[in-house]
């Protein structure tokens, strides 16, 4: 039997009851429903015993593996997922609705072009627009644009999602990098002989994880991590081969091309942004600026010789 919206004690369930019970689905423990609510495991504990106490239902089994949901909580998870779905769109309408330069902007962006081109880049949008705030994420992860968890995402992609409005800035190429006197000790021909710098299964966007698990199952993985500079450093010390954007290995003075960019790894450069968030005035400024910036150094992007 579903929950209805009144209680066994004629008590209505207010949203915040939905946005508690909601987190507890999701996460399917108190501390990570606690961690997405920011708020301590105690207090996520008590709402929710109040919650069900004044439903008359419980929403979830105490098991020792975590809390499963009753029947009842599945039929709140739809109904609070329905109408988060619409207080997302309604704040996205709204805030694609204004049309001043000020305020806030998320952007997620890969760690190598946050590094080598978004930071000093935002930095001089911010400079010409000094009451738009931007909060760079460095990440690969899927932020959703249309949860708002980004306004703008830098993608590197061949299949942008059907819901974003994207523009596209270049082709974006890796190759493969060492230094000369790795090189020189470890000349074999064949790329799965060498000893190989690579990104941890927690990058899976990279053309690199794609060239590891598809393509060359059988090289020998002497380092992984999960920062690209920790490799790159390593790669500099002589220790194997890394996989690098073309931008960034054709910059590491100690680095050298192992080979040709391959046309396998070779992806696109995209900025993305929710379609109802189009009109918004400090996106689609920044957006622009992004993009005209940034096609200025396809070249660099695109790894072409002597660039």
Known sequence: MQASVFGSRGCPMQWNDLTVVLAICRAGTL????????????????????????????????????????????????????????????SRELVGKDLRLQGSIRVTAPEGLSIHFLGTHIGQFCRLHPD????????????????????????????????????????????????????KKNFHGKLEDYDWLMPDDGIDWLPASIWRKELRPQARVVMSSDNTLVLVNAAKNDLGVIPLPCFWGDSEKKLVRVIDPPDELTLDLWLLTHQDLRHTARVRALMTFLHEALQQQKDLIEGVPGK
Do not use: W
């Not at 644009?145 to 942008?160: C, K």
């Not at 819901?163 to 890796?174: A, E, K, M, P, Q």
């Open 31 to 90: 501390s990570g429903a606690a961690r997405a609510l920011n708020l301590n495991h105690s207090t996520v504990f008590r709402r929710l015993n109040a919650i069900e106490e004044k439903m008359g239902v419980r929403f979830f089994e105490r098991l020792q593996q975590g809390y499963v949901m009753t029947e009842a909580g599945e039929a709140a998870m739809r109904a609070a997922e329905r109408i988060d779905e619409e207080v997302l769109g309604l």
């Open 132 to 183: 738009i705030h931007v909060d760079l994420v460095v990440t690969s992860s899927d932020l959703r644009l249309s949860r708002r968890e980004a306004d703008l995402a830098v993608r590197v992609t061949s299949h942008p999602p059907d819901t974003s409005l994207g523009r596209h800035i270049c082709r974006f190429r890796f190759c493969m990098y060492a230094s000369r006197a790795y090189l």
